[in-house]
């Protein structure tokens, strides 16, 4: 590449800028895959905690359920009678140009909308867990999305990090060796027949 380029001064500065741009952007990629592995590493070990916590959750909330079932036959026709749950807004928060999803659902106090004649405490238990479930499940979901999200942005950003790294900026610091080598050799000859014009003078 380098030797199809005709070795003058204004291609030597635009080499150079060329390289000097190709510098900044490897230490921006550089600096983004960075930030936005730090950011993954957080949420991968915020999720890995969402797990257990969610796991233990619903294991007491199925319990729960099971022994409501026991005491009271099937609660399944209780469950359908509650309303739909429309709380959960989704709106974005950007890492690094990234947008990572920012669920929210409005928190509200246990609504027990359902007889207490009815039911049991067993049923007060299984409900109470199901909806502390259903907040972890909510975290979770946001949490694992935006892992999924960041290592495909990491994954775009490595790439064209090493693009820049071991194409573009071995390309351009080529590309200014060889203008500055011939535009030197240029001077050397330049300057030695410069040297021969002036003893010709001189003899004459």
Do not use: W
């Not at 007060?124 to 960041?150: G, M």
């Amino acid at each position: 590449m380098a030797e199809q380029i005709f070795p003058t001064k204004g291609n030597l500065i635009k080499a150079k800028r060329s390289l000097k741009q190709a510098r900044m952007g490897y230490e921006l990629m550089d600096r983004k895959r960075n930030i936005l592995i730090r950011e993954m590493v957080q949420l991968t070990d915020s999720a890995k905690a969402l797990r257990e916590s969610i796991d233990d959750t619903y294991s007491a909330a199925y319990s729960a359920l099971q022994r409501a079932n026991i005491s009271m036959g099937l609660v399944s026709d209780i469950a359908e009678s509650f309303p739909v749950d429309d709380s959960l807004s989704l709106s974005v928060r950007s890492v690094m140009g990234v947008e990572l999803p920012k669920l929210v659902s409005e928190k509200r106090e246990p609504n027990m909308c359902y007889s207490m004649t009815r039911t049991n405490s067993s049923f007060d238990a299984a409900y109470i867990s199901f909806t502390r479930a259903k907040e972890l499940t909510v975290q979770l979901a946001e949490i694992e999305n935006s892992i999924y999200r960041l290592a495909i942005a990491i994954k775009k950003t490595q790439k064209r990090a090493n693009a820049l790294k071991n194409i573009m900026i071995p390309k351009f610091d080529s590309m200014v060796r060889f203008i500055t080598n011939a535009l030197e050799e240029k001077e050397r000859e330049e300057f030695s027949r410069q040297k021969v014009i002036k003893r010709a003078k001189l003899k004459k």
